[in-house]
């Protein structure tokens, strides 16, 4: 079995790197590119000069069509190089696929070409004060009203809908259904009467998350995405995009080789514990990398992964933590200083990474539900 990279594959991410030399000499890195709106947005339209924003799709939505691999390619030195592109994240990495999979052809036509332009921006509303790991129990309503729906409710956690144009919506169409059978997937554009943003600011000083309130919000049916009451099967297909990306690993690694390299520069004195921790986790990464390779091999072979795209997200998010928990610990009071007065350790990453990453095991499906689905779908196991 053959673990590296094609020769044009290894061309491939070289090419990658000698581009993000430059451009991010201009827009500068950034281990919190949602935060950071003006190098995000700079970012963004280089990307979209360059026809690299979503370099899987087809041609003629804007993209290379590139191989899954190749793909992941982009995703992991993106993140390594920690390029701000998070504005981009959401509609590359899902919502654009999932439009692909169920999206009818003027749905297509009206919103891929956008999200490959860097013009538009998209959020997800799933997730609601009561319904989070339990999402199929969401209560936002969408009730037809001949030509549209009126929609009432609150989304949560919304990741940069105070940049966003467009927003993937699930809404209970059908109360009486059990509760996975009466939901619909919407397409919702932000500017409509009735949507309101407010901010959610997390640990770190950050503004990523938002409210999401939804008060008699008029849509068009044919912002429905696929059928009425089958959209909890469509979001499922949204999620497996969502848990399979190769970014969490890559921001690992790049983490843990700027310790290395600080350490070996100062010559700083380390335990040989935790010597040894940082070398488990280097480790790790490189078994972080292979798995969500395995996804993007599995893609390339024409297969969705479920359960293999449940264990990429469990390991990377778990990993994550463990990463940015061993460097604030490792540095001491210097690993929990944030300010930029020359004490706090790598710039304050480490500490800034921890309160950051906090969320990323609830994110997306709490690793609890990816367990779960690695024990039901990978591993037949009785449901209990």
């Not at 696929?97 to 999200?115: C, D, M, N, R, W």
Request: proline share 4%.
């Amino acid at each position: 079995m053959e673990f590296g990279f094609e020769p044009g594959q290894a061309k491939l991410r070289d090419e990658v790197d000698a581009w993000l030399d430059d451009v991010l000499s201009e827009t500068g890195e950034s281990p919190d590119a949602e935060s950071d709106y003006e190098s995000a947005q700079a970012f963004t339209k280089a990307l979209a000069n360059k026809g690299w924003i979503a370099p899987a799709w087809p041609k003629q939505y804007g993209g290379l069509e590139a191989t899954p691999i190749e793909q992941a390619i982009f995703a992991e030195r993106f993140a390594y190089r920690r390029a701000p592109n998070g504005l981009t994240s959401t509609a590359v990495g899902y919502v654009g696929p999932t439009i692909f999979t169920y999206g009818s052809e003027e749905q297509k036509a009206q919103h891929l070409g956008g999200i490959t332009s860097g013009e538009v921006v998209w959020c997800q509303g799933f997730s609601e004060p009561g319904a989070g790991s339990d999402l199929a129990s969401l209560q936002c309503r969408a009730v037809r009203d001949g030509d549209s729906y009126v929609i009432n409710g609150q989304k949560i956690w919304t990741s940069s809908a105070h940049h966003a144009q467009w927003c993937i919506l699930l809404a209970r169409t059908d109360p009486e259904a059990p509760k996975h059978r009466g939901i619909s997937y919407f397409l919702l554009d932000m500017s409509l009467p009735g949507v309101t943003v407010r901010p959610l600011i997390n640990m770190a000083d950050k503004h990523g998350f938002n409210e999401l309130f939804l008060e008699d919000v008029r849509i068009p049916v044919s912002s429905r995405l696929g059928e009425e009451n089958r959209g909890w099967y469509i979001a499922t297909t949204t999620l497996d995009f969502e848990r399979s990306s190769i970014g969490g690993t890559a921001a690992s690694r790049r983490l843990l080789d700027d310790t290395i390299d600080l350490v070996r520069a100062k010559q700083l004195p380390l335990s040989s514990k935790q010597r040894t921790a940082l070398a488990d986790l280097v480790i790790s990464c490189e078994v972080g990398q292979r798995v969500a390779y395995y996804v993007a091999w599995l893609q390339s072979k024409g297969g969705i992964p479920n359960r293999e795209a449940s264990a990429a997200k469990l390991f990377a998010t778990e990993l994550s933590q463990r990463v940015s928990n061993t460097l604030v610990n490792t540095f001491g009071l210097r690993g929990q200083v944030r300010t930029g007065d020359g004490r706090e350790a790598l710039g304050g990453i480490p500490i800034e990474t921890h309160m950051r990453l906090t969320a990323l095991t609830v994110a997306g499906g709490t690793s609890e539900i990816q367990r779960n689905i690695i024990a039901t779908r990978g591993l037949g196991l009785p449901r209990v």
